[in-house]
């Protein structure tokens, strides 16, 4: 289950009401690669973690990695051209802070 929501992404986006339901499906495909796409990074899955039963609520720093994902995934769909660059800095720094090492 995305540990974020489609209205969520759309309010990261700046989305308008008059833009409707059409782009619902892609990024919904957003978020979930989003998320697991963060997941992979940390080394476990979110909500294995946090926001179930006797568990500490989702951190909003990975609430907002997933949705800066999702927004930066969806804004810069082609993966080659002139602006390609490499996911955004704060995802990376947050990842970071939450990353689990086993050795």
Do not use: C
């Amino acid at each position: 289950m995305a540990i974020v929501t489609l209205e969520q992404v759309k309010e990261q986006l700046a989305f308008t009401d008059d833009l409707g339901t059409t782009d619902d499906a892609l990024l919904g495909r957003k978020i979930a690669a989003a998320q697991n796409h963060v997941e992979r990074l940390l080394g476990f899955k979110i909500e294995a973690q946090f926001g179930g039963t006797d568990q500490e609520a989702v951190p909003p720093a990975l609430v907002e990695a997933v949705s800066q994902l999702a927004a930066w995934w969806y804004e810069s769909r082609e993966a080659a051209g002139p602006n390609v660059q490499e996911i955004p800095f704060g995802v990376q720094e947050v990842v970071r802070e939450y990353r689990g090492f086993s050795f």
